[in-house]
């Protein structure tokens, strides 16, 4: 395409305010640099450096375009770099955690299917719904559930996650169906370790403090108790989905529904992304969207 002949030169040479040094980074000449950016003001009919002996300032028009320029660079260079971890084969030890249960239903078999599609890598798999240390103790990655907490890690969501408040058939045909908050709370709750369960009604998030006989950590335990007919349970999609389609658990107050959160990828901010690492997380995603 004519328009890109120039724009790379452009970002660097206004990021770095040198020819000189742009054309280092860029590894061309200073010459191809200064011509084809010329090419692209003479497309443009605008004018987007001031340059003398010294110094190179941006103009208005350069100031602006510049803006939207970065944004077109970054997403080419990224774009490049997908390219090219699809066609590197990855190598190497991966070192990563996931929650107890997730982790065992739905991203063992498919880190499982990763290492037989790349026969060159390793799996080093931790299991705990502990959140550890990831730069202490050396994990290349981890998946975290939900909302997360402000740190210095980046993220990348890997899929959404539904909550669903659910019952046995035989429990709700013995104490009723809740159609609202206040009905729910007449009805027994399984409750977990968070012990608040949330909703979104007329456009705002409401709090629901559920009471019950049960109280468990534990979100196969909760489900097995919601099987028997011992009260309501408010869990993920991923613990349910074939339950709902069996029959064996009716959703209820679908349109008080906790609003959609996250499944994401989480890794430090001061390591460096690998090529096998980005090759697993793009995997992930793929499979879990």
Aim: include cysteine.
């Amino acid at each position: 395409m004519k328009h890109w002949t120039g724009i790379s030169e452009f970002v660097a040479v206004a990021e770095h305010h040198s020819f000189t040094r742009a054309a280092k980074q860029l590894g061309i000449s200073v010459a191809q640099v200064s011509r084809n950016i010329a090419e692209l003001e003479t497309t443009l009919a605008i004018k987007l450096l001031y340059r003398t002996t010294r110094n190179v300032n941006l103009t208005e028009e350069g100031s602006l375009y510049l803006q939207h320029c970065r944004h077109l660079v970054s997403g080419l260079e990224e774009a490049n770099r997908t390219l090219a971890n699809l066609k590197a084969s990855p190598r190497g030890l991966i070192k990563l955690t996931a929650p107890v249960f997730y982790g065992e239903t739905r991203i063992a078999p498919l880190l499982h299917n990763f290492l037989k599609q790349y026969p060159d890598t390793e799996l080093d798999l931790q299991l705990t719904n502990n959140k550890l240390d990831l730069v202490q103790g050396g994990f290349d990655l981890a998946i975290r559930l939900g909302t997360l907490e402000s740190s210095s890690l980046i993220a990348r969501k890997l899929a959404k996650r539904t909550q669903y408040v659910v019952a046995s058939p035989a429990y709700l045909a013995k104490y009723g169906t809740p159609k609202n908050i206040t009905e729910l709370a007449q009805h027994q709750c399984l409750i977990g370790t968070v012990g608040q369960w949330r909703f979104t009604e007329h456009g705002k998030s409401v709090q629901f403090k559920p009471q019950g006989r049960i109280i468990c950590n534990s979100g196969v335990a909760l489900l097995d108790a919601a099987l028997k007919g011992l009260g309501l349970v408010q869990l993920p999609d991923y613990y349910l989905l074939d339950k709902l389609q069996t029959g064996e658990l009716v959703a209820v107050l679908n349109t008080l529904r906790q609003p959609d959160d996250g499944i994401w990828a989480i890794y430090p901010q001061n390591r460096h992304l690998s090529a096998k690492v980005r090759v697993l997380v793009d995997y992930l995603a793929i499979q879990l969207s």
